[in-house]
T-cell receptor, first 108, second 116 residues
Framework: SQQGEEDPQALSIQEGENATMNCSYKTSINNLQWYRQNSGRGLVHLIL?????REKHSGRLRVTLDTSKKSSSLLITASRAADTASYFCALQGNQFYFGTGTSLTVIP | DAMVIQNPRYQVTQFGKPVTLSCSQTLNHNVMYWYQQKSSQAPKLLFH???????NEADTPDNFQSRRPNTSFCFLDIRSPGLGDAAMYLC???????????????FGPGTRLTVL
């Protein structure tokens, strides 16, 4: 499968804690994106990191990319209950694939 | 506001009865995508249009067809829905599918299809 593999599959944390989720992939990519999906809804784009970038920030989000290890991580700092959602990495190379997703629950 | 709209939000059909899902966009994006997402799974790309050029994924069943009559609209036709086709169907757009920074996809809210 050319899908990205994400871990953990599910993560439950207390409000205010940081959440880290990881994405590993197999093929070369042009960019890697992270999306959020609230239950039963469409996906919302969070951040895009290009293959020649190593780290990117957007508000409480921090994304790293290690192309030598074919892996990326998404860090959400100071989590809030509203961050409860599924998070998917998406890989853009010759084709476009979503990762398997991490279900994040933030407990108030 | 510019957006991606999907109608209907919920669709119920009978086994074998053709159904059409619609997607429209006000973003004037070149690329439109259709995804199938089953419960607790990642969205799976079915096909996409780059302008008028249709690109089918290799493992998309023939039962699924698509039409894009103009830039704004794209339709997903399921010719003979089976029970296994019950899923959320997501439409997305992007300015350009060429692998650059404009590949961000903008998703509609989805249509949840139930097959009885």
């Amino acid at each position: 499968s050319q899908q990205g593999e994400e871990d953990p599959q599910a993560l439950s944390i207390q409000e205010g804690e940081n959440a880290t989720m990881n994405c590993s992939y197999k093929t070369s990519i042009n960019n890697l994106q992270w999306y959020r999906q609230n239950s039963g809804r469409g996906l919302v784009h969070l951040i895009l990191i290009r293959s020649n970038e190593r780290e990117k920030h957007s508000g409480r989000l921090r994304v790293t990319l290690d192309t030598s290890k074919k892996s990326s991580s998404l860090l959400i700092t100071a989590s809030r209950a509203a961050d409860t959602a599924s998070y998917f990495c998406a890989l853009q190379g010759n084709q476009f694939y979503f990762g398997t997703g991490t279900s994040l629950t933030v407990i108030p | 506001d510019a957006m991606v709209i999907q109608n209907p939000r919920y669709q119920v059909t009978q086994f074998g009865k053709p159904v059409t899902l619609s997607c429209s966009q006000t973003l004037n994006h070149n690329v439109m995508y259709w995804y199938q997402q089953k419960s607790s799974q990642a969205p799976k790309l079915l096909f996409h249009y780059y302008d008028k050029d249709f690109n089918n994924e290799a493992d998309t069943p023939d039962n699924f067809q698509s039409r894009r009559p103009n830039t704004s609209f794209c339709f997903l036709d399921i010719r003979s829905p089976g029970l296994g086709d019950a899923a959320m169907y997501l439409c997305a757009t992007s300015p350009d599918g060429a692998g650059g920074s404009t590949d961000t996809q903008y998703f509609g809210p989805g249509t949840r299809l139930t097959v009885l």
